[in-house]
């Protein structure tokens, strides 16, 4: 792991961005794996304003998110799908086709977690996978005790997950949908290279395990440990328990 602690959360999605922007520039046809949360607003938002100004193509790029919940349709305002095309793909000039996102609507949702294994496969497979983390150290859906070699699969969210993302249900766990589809820790390993992006104090504790602690199922963003290429860009706030 190479790590970057940044002086401050703008710091570091600005860097994070340009990371992002910098695959696309060395290799046009780049497939980027692709994150949600409240982290990635900022990173996707200057990410944007670089295809604007920076004249960034995404024509030739393809993408595939991490997750999805299921039971959400991409018209739902809390669907992964959403908030990509919202925060993202809405803002540059990636063509729809060339953008993956779990179907949480599919009838059989394990044929969906199989053949979006395959549509990954049949890209030449992820160049770059952004990725945040969970309070409870997941990384996209992986949460604590899920095999390391796992590929995409439906889960079960943990109670901790339902809780950290209420805030986007109007604070309604009730409204959080329980299960999700995500790429397995083990398809998330198999990326070239890994950009692990955290901020703030509430993660230190978490990404303190991740860096410095044992791997661990009980952790899964420590499986990063064992990845070959993988930046991890820190605040000073996250980075204050290393
Ligand atoms: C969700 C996503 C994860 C993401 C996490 C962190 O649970 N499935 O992929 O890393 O949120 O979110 P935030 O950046 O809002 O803390």
Redesign the pocket.
Known sequence: MKIVICSDAAQTRRLAAQVLAQQVRSKPNSVLGL??????EAIYAQLAEKAQNEALDFSDVTTFN??EYIGLAANHPQS?RYYMQEHLFGLINISAENTHVPDGTAEDVKAEARSYENRIAQAGGIDLQL?????NG????NEPLSALNSRTHVVTLAQA?LR??AG?FNNDMEQVPTR?L?MGTGTILDAREALLVV??AK?AEIIARVIEGPVSALVPGSALQLHPHCLVLLDAAAASRL
């Open positions: 994150a949600t949360g409240r982290t990635m991490l997750d992964y990725l945040g983390l969970g309070e997941h990384i996209g859906f997950t950290q993302n986007m999700a995500t901020t703030d993660k």
